[in-house]
């Protein structure tokens, strides 16, 4: 019975291996198909490609050949299915395309089904999001959480770890606005190890206030990768005006496989590619590092505008935003020297920290005491809130007393012009004072003198101006600047020199003597030119016309009297008998003029040099 | 004789209202090459220089902070908010904030810019009065008190030049820790360390190294990397710092 048994088994078994041969040997060839994760990649990037073969023969999958790639099979996994007897299998073999070179790179076709791949290489170290080929769809990042935020580019690291994003309401501010602003930091679970830090701006002319140290954390999918996204809800404000690039940066430590580990030159089994990115895999297999790295955001344009000169409203603090208010008194009847609590609510969004209000200055009938501020937000980042005003004030006269409009002045960035809200004037029943209570009360209020709200800052800084003003190319003072140092002495020098010249001009002015001096030295001179012509042309009287008009000149400057009162009496008479030679040539002077007498060269020579000794004297004039 | 007199006259008159106004020309003139080459976005705004130190100070960033006000304190002296901060952020830190005495106060109350043009317009009204009153010998008492008053607007911009002149070669010291050596070289013996927001005085300069003097008195060669001057010495707007 049991030989009859195995007998029958043994048969059983030859006829399935027969219909297995038989049923192999009418089998399809298998289906190859390949697929790229990404059909565009940055040089120094790696895409993953991966063959799946499937069909009832045997799969044998070798890496496909395309000059410039280097496939690194990373991983495999196979199936069986057996239907009916008939066994399929599906095998899939993944590797890592590592470009050698930048450029268009087609990966040939594995089978007559299959279609060839493309695969562009840049030079560019940024890593394109968008998936190619049936693997990818496009990000499915959810939208900001902030309403109307327009979505930045996602800007993936370099090995796909992280991205970092700006999402902010619109691009252009004015100075001193706040905007609410959502940061987006993406993490690659498994691949991050670490965030280093809270998100900072790259860019010194904006300020990113009141970022909390703890996100919002949601799950996304970009490009079918799994990322954790922690969002920081934040209020932007711009310190000057211009045209700025603004990005963002998150220090990151980033779990990267070492080169050994990276590229396996043999399959792995049955490992498909997210069950070898998970961490405990990495750290099972011992090959990771730890890298900081830094990810950052697209660079987002943004215009800063000044706020406009024009329409700027008197009381004008600084507010930007949209605001409303509204008052109120803690009661509409009192008594005269009760004192009563006026409200100013400022309601809205935007720069609370600027929002001021004088409240009530002096008014005739009341008593002011110096108002207080407070602030509560309505959100995290201090965007929306209500301001409260409080002001102490006192009904000093009897009778239905009136509180006037109160005025707050801010600057609209939607409607772009400034604006003023004014309060309704709030009415108060005052009846008579109880005897004493009036003059203690307005004794206590005499020294309160109306001041802006005061808040005390919540970090003890004093709030950001809005008002850029004038701007100066350097800090350096132009008392040390060259050119004003030179200009400023050409005036000194200028002054100086022209001080000088009137005042010489104002001596030789007052300085009668000495012109008449100069005066007659110059005459001088004339006349011994006039001599020299004369000796030269032979002219006897024009020569001693000359010499006497010259000993003339000489001695009316010494004697002080006019030159023609010089004759030869007034010589004897001032010079007892000396000046022998002078009264000579007066006398030849008068001789030549009427007797026509003739002289010799030598002649004119003698009698030069004896006009000259007697003029010698006249440098001691 | 007399033609000249009255030549040299109208000369000195026309000079004395020309001058004034080629003194404001050239001061817009300048102001609008300032605005015309830094619009906006470039060139230094005290506005711009506090909201600056502002983010700063909020980031915890001292040095930079103070850096910036006092940057700013150089172009509006007389802003109290600048000055509040300054001196809110020293207290913080534990730094020495030595107060003014009321004539630095006084000579420093206007932006030095516009007392030195204050002090060029009194260098004009002093000089062309001591021209002009040679010419004016009955209103004395009139073109003195001319001379005078430029006098003063000299004096005062000459006095505001000396006050802020020591500034030009302070430095505050920006990075979180710095040490001050006793050679300008990285391997030498350090002598002292300088705190973040720290403001020295800048005595000398060796390549990478400047010798610093503290407010009390000690010096020692500190990595210039580690300093910035309160007046830098190019017209390049400050390093840009990473701000939160």
Sequence with gaps: MKTAFVRFISQAAALAAVLIVAANAFAAPPAVTARLDRADIALGDSAKLTITASGSGNAAISPPVAPGLEFVAVGQSSQYQSINGVVTSTTSVTYEVIPQRAGQFSIQALSQRSKPLALNVRSGSRRSVAAAGNNAGPSSLPPPATSGLAAGDTHLTQDGSAFARLLLPRRELYVGETVPVDIQVGLRPGLVASLNGLPTLNGDSFTLNRLSSQPEQTQATIAGKPYTVLTWHSVLAAVKPGD????????????????????????????????????????????????????????????????????????????????????????????????????????????????????????????????????????????????????????????????????????????????????????????????????????????????????????????????????????????????FVGSQSVLVLGFATGFVFLRRRERSGNDADGARRREAMSAIDHCLAEMDAASAAGDPTHFFQSARAALQEKLATRWNVAPASITIAEIDARLNGDGAEIRRVFALADHAAYSGQHTSTADFQQWKETVRAQLKPTEEL | MKLFKILTRRLVLLAALTLPICLVTAQATTRAQTSASNPATSGYSAAAL???????????????????????????????????????????????????????????????????????????????????????????????????????????????????????????????????????????????????????????????????????????????????????????????????
């Design chain 1, 244 to 483: 700025f690039s603004l990005t963002i940066e998150t220090p990151l430590t980033v779990q990267m496989r070492t080169a050994s580990q990276r590229r396996p030159r043999m399959p792995r089994g049955f490992f498909d590619d997210s069950v070898f990115d998970d961490p405990f895999f990495q750290s099972f297999f011992g090959g990771t590092t730890e890298k900081q790295i830094t990810v950052t955001s697209e660079p987002d344009a943004l215009k800063v505008l000044a706020l406009p000169v024009a329409g700027r409203p008197a009381g004008f603090s600084g507010a930007v935003g949209k605001f409303e208010v509204n008052s109120e008194l803690s009661t509409t009847k009192t008594a005269a020297g009760d004192p009563l609590t006026l409200r100013l609510k400022v309601t809205g969004a935007g720069n609370f920290d600027r929002v001021n209000s004088a409240m009530l200055g002096e008014l005739d009938g009341w008593k002011t005491y110096r108002p207080t501020a407070k602030f509560e937000a309505a959100d995290n980042a201090g965007y929306g809130g209500e301001k409260d005003f409080e002001q102490a004030v006192i009904p000093t006269q009897p009778g239905q007393q009136t509180v006037p409009a109160l005025t707050f002045s801010f600057f609209n960035p939607e409607t772009r012009r400034f604006e003023t809200k004014q309060t309704a004037p709030l009415s108060v029943e005052v009846s008579i004072a109880p005897a004493g209570s009036l003059a203690k009360t307005a004794a206590s209020a005499s020294n309160v003198s109306p001041a802006p709200a005061s808040e005390s800052p919540r970090d003890g800084l004093r709030p950001d101006h809005v008002e850029t003003g004038s701007t100066v190319a350097t800090l350096r003072p132009i008392y040390f600047q060259p050119w």
């Design chain 2, 50 to 244: 506090f909201n600056q130190a502002n983010a700063d100070a909020r980031k915890g960033k001292t040095g930079p902070a103070i850096l910036g006000y006092e940057r700013a304190l150089l172009l509006a002296p007389n802003d109290a908010d600048i000055a509040a901060n300054l001196h809110f952020v020293r207290a913080k830190a534990g730094l020495p904030d030595t107060p003014e005495n009321w004539f630095t106060r006084v000579l420093t109350y206007a932006r030095p810019n516009t007392l030195a043009w204050l002090g060029s317009f009194g260098l004009v009204l002093a000089g062309m009065s001591l021209l002009v009153r040679r010419f004016y010998a009955q209103q004395q008492l009139v073109f003195s008190s001319l001379t005078f008053s430029g006098a003063l607007l000299v004096a005062t911009a000459i006095g505001n030049a000396i006050t802020i002149w020591p500034r030009v070669n302070e430095a505050v010291v920006i990075s979180r820790e710095s040490a001050a050596h006793i050679s300008p070289v990285s391997a030498a013996e350090s002598t002292f360390k300088l705190r973040e927001g720290e403001t020295v005085t800048v005595r000398a300069e060796h390549q990478d190294f400047v010798l610093v003097q503290t407010s009390v008195g000690r010096s020692g060669w500190v990595a210039r990397a580690e300093l910035a001057l309160i007046v830098p010495q190019s017209g390049n707007p400050a390093p840009s710092t990473n701000r939160t």
